[in-house]
Nanobody, 119 residues
Framework: VQLQASGGGLVQAGGFLRLSCAAS????????MGWFRQPPGKERQFVAA????????YYADSVKGRFTISRDKAKNTVYLQMNSLKPEDTAVYYC?????????????WGQGTQVTVSS
């Protein structure tokens, strides 16, 4: 499974961005998909995940109500809509494929995409 993340950029606080993660590979649609982020100087942290069916989602408390994860199974693509962005959302964002929506076990990672939120 290969994952290709895109959509990062520079945005002002209060703005929005939509990240995309395109998956390819024979079994890519059978995995839960998630987003993680790594702020400067900090460890990687969980952001959001969605089940393989799209019926279950899971969010970190810090992004609940502001971020929405979704997936288009026909396109094998997962999206992260990020609204009301804050400077503390600045990080490199990574998509990942995991065994379930908790993303405790991840199997594949995409390259990161930089999100910078200016105050």
């Amino acid at each position: 499974v290969q994952l290709q993340a895109s959509g990062g950029g520079l945005v002002q606080a209060g703005g929005f961005l939509r990240l995309s993660c395109a998956a390819s590979g024979r079994t890519s649609s059978s995995y839960a998909m998630g987003w993680f982020r790594q702020p400067p100087g900090k460890e990687r942290q969980f952001v959001a995940a969605i089940s393989w069916s799209g019926g279950s989602t899971y969010y970190a408390d810090s992004v609940k109500g502001r971020f929405t994860i979704s997936r288009d199974k026909a396109k094998n693509t997962v999206y992260l809509q990020m609204n009301s962005l804050k400077p503390e959302d600045t990080a490199v964002y990574y998509c990942a494929a995991g065994l379930d929506v908790t993303m405790r076990t991840t199997r594949y990672w995409g390259q990161g995409t930089q999100v910078t939120v200016s105050s």
